[in-house]
């Protein structure tokens, strides 16, 4: 039997079906086919929200090409099906298949990563720093910018020392994939 799922993805396209077949993901939506080798995926990424519910999207990364797949099927405006069965046992198969094809892709799940935000927050705080010292040094009152330039360095040490201990992202082995995401 050939591992399929099914969805539909938005109000006024068809039905989206994605197949595996000898290796390559195909996806057919309406008339149009696209279909990529698993030997050719470099990211494989599970997302789930926060607080649970049923709601699952796996995105694809084939180089620079995307692939989105969707647990639930919209049905009409504020409604959708729920399809995660048929996405959970779809997901399963690919993740092994693309296991064996593709030992160098990324596996990883999507979960709120505070690293990456924690990192724009310290370079947006390292710019503010340097322009609260230039525009004090520029308005002649040199003491006060020094002041509160060193109060926002200290701040920044400080979550740069937080920084290694925080998540670089979670992964988790495509030959057994997550029960809590995959019921």
Not at 5 to 19: E, K
Not at 52 to 75: E, P
């Amino acid at each position: 039997m050939i591992p399929t799922h099914s969805a539909r993805l938005a109000p006024f396209q068809p039905q989206t079906v994605w197949t595996l077949q000898d290796g390559t993901l195909v996806e057919t939506r309406g008339q149009g086919v696209r279909g990529f080798p698993l030997s050719a995926l470099t990211r494989f990424r599970l997302a789930a929200p926060p607080r649970g519910g049923r709601r699952r999207v796996l995105q694809l990364s084939f180089g620079r090409a995307r692939m989105v797949i969707i647990a639930q099927s919209y049905v009409a405006p504020g409604q959708t099906e729920d399809r995660l069965d048929s996405f959970s046992a779809f997901v399963r198969t690919l993740s092994r298949q693309a296991a064996e094809v593709a030992p160098n892709a990324r596996f990883d799940l999507a979960r709120i990563e505070a690293r990456p935000a924690l990192t724009w927050v310290m370079g947006l705080l390292a710019l503010g720093t340097v322009a609260v010292l230039a525009s004090s040094l520029g308005a002649g009152m040199a003491a006060v910018g020094i002041d509160m330039a060193a109060r926002m360095g200290f701040v920044l040490l400080l979550l740069l020392a937080a920084l290694p201990w925080l998540s670089r992202g979670d992964g988790f082995d495509p030959r057994d994939p997550p029960r809590d995401l995959l019921p």
